[in-house]
Nanobody, 114 residues
Framework: QVQVVESGGGLVQPGGSLRLSCAAS????????MGWYRQAPGKQRELVAS???????NYADSVKGRFTISRDNGRNRVYLQMNSLKPEDTAVYYC????????WGQGTQVTVSS
């Protein structure tokens, strides 16, 4: 069972930036594709971005051109650079494999508000 710890969230004004980090308890290279997900209040959890072991990426339409997912296989970390943040990006952000594992970390809260 892989355990992850997400960090880097916070309160930011619209148009601002944040960089989220996910630290995994074992090799993410062997895991394969990793993803960042988010869940806003009253909504289902959704996939925001994914990245394969080789570095190929995919993004939800709502974040294309604003978010960038990356990974450091040597450090077992996955990152999400979020730019031009909007109020609708407010959510708890989680990382997991893709498809997601059965359990989730505690997530990191991102709040975009003026």
């Amino acid at each position: 069972q892989v355990q992850v710890v997400e960090s880097g969230g916070g309160l930011v004004q619209p148009g601002g930036s944040l960089r989220l980090s996910c630290a995994a308890s074992r090799s993410i290279f062997s895991i394969g594709t990793m993803g960042w997900y988010r869940q806003a209040p009253g909504k289902q959890r959704e996939l925001v971005a994914s990245i394969t072991s080789a570095g190929s990426t995919n993004y939800a339409d709502s974040v294309k051109g604003r978010f960038t997912i990356s990974r450091d296989n040597g450090r077992n970390r996955v990152y999400l650079q979020m730019n031009s943040l909007k109020p609708e990006d407010t959510a708890v952000y989680y990382c997991s494999g893709y498809p997601p594992w059965g359990s989730w970390g505690q997530g990191t809260q991102v709040t975009v508000s003026s």
